[in-house]
């Protein structure tokens, strides 16, 4: 079965430093990858996705995502964090016969310091 | 930009007592789905909708559930009788399609089984 792991629950860092939350996939064959954000009240945002190609990919709020498939990872990064970044963020996965059955890491709550 | 909404924010229950929570998807969309977050766990895929009959369905989505579109803009989730795990935050998603169309969620709706 597939399954995802965001190994921090919770990550402090300081406005103006850059940020990256983890994301590792169990899964039989490269399954679509997505990063998804939730902030307090709010649903689910996209934040970005890959399907195939270029392994780096962008996406809005100025957050990229590597996928390497030899550590089966999909890391989202944030070369320098707003106040407004601190919210939930979700890595899921879904497998290419059904790109809209996602499965969901547990999370990785963001708090930004000033 | 378009949006889904939830209705209601939260909703406090019974248990054995019959919710039904309503979503609007997207207008131009196609399919429809149903995700839930027990307090503390991972978000779950609960059921996915189209061409007004269900496409694929978790085990959680078991005969308590049911899922309809009454008419061509609501999409409600039916608890027949609640159970006390019920309990938790449930969030309506649409896409234009499958695979490379992304999940657009509700802001969620939050049941509370007592």
């Known amino acids: 079965a597939q399954s995802v792991t965001q190994p921090d629950i919770h990550i402090t860092v300081s406005e103006g430093a850059s940020l990256e939350l983890r994301c590792n996939y169990s899964?039989?064959?490269?399954?679509?990858l997505f990063w998804y954000v939730q902030s307090p009240g709010q649903g689910l945002q996209l934040l970005l996705k890959y399907f195939s190609g270029d392994t780096l990919v962008q996406g809005i709020k100025g957050f990229e995502a590597e996928f390497k498939r030899s550590q089966s990872s999909f890391n989202l990064r944030k070369p320098s964090v707003h106040w407004s970044d601190a919210a939930e963020y979700f890595c899921?996965?879904?497998?290419?016969?059904?790109?809209?059955?996602?499965?969901f890491g547990g999370g990785t709550r963001v708090l930004v310091k000033p | 930009e378009p949006e889904v909404t939830q209705t209601p924010s939260h909703q406090v229950t019974q248990m054995g007592q019959e919710v039904i929570l309503r979503c609007v998807p997207i207008?131009?969309?196609?399919?429809f789905y149903w995700y839930r977050q027990i307090l503390g766990q991972k978000v779950e895929f609960l059921v996915s909708?189209?061409?007004?009959?269900?496409?694929?369905k978790s085990e959680i989505f078991d005969d308590q559930f049911s899922v309809e579109r009454p008419d061509g803009s609501n999409f409600t989730l039916k608890i027949r009788s609640t159970k006390l795990e019920d309990s938790a935050m449930y969030f309506c998603?649409?896409?234009?399609?499958?695979?490379?169309?992304?999940?657009?969620f509700g802001n969620g709706t939050r049941l509370t089984v007592t």
């Open positions: 899921a996965v879904a497998p290419r016969a059904a790109g809209n059955k996602l499965t």
């Open positions: 998603a649409s896409s234009a399609g499958t695979d490379v169309s992304p999940l657009h």
């Open positions: 909708f189209y061409n007004n009959e269900i496409s694929e």
């Open positions: 207008s131009n969309h196609l399919y």
């Open positions: 899964y039989g064959a490269t399954p679509y």
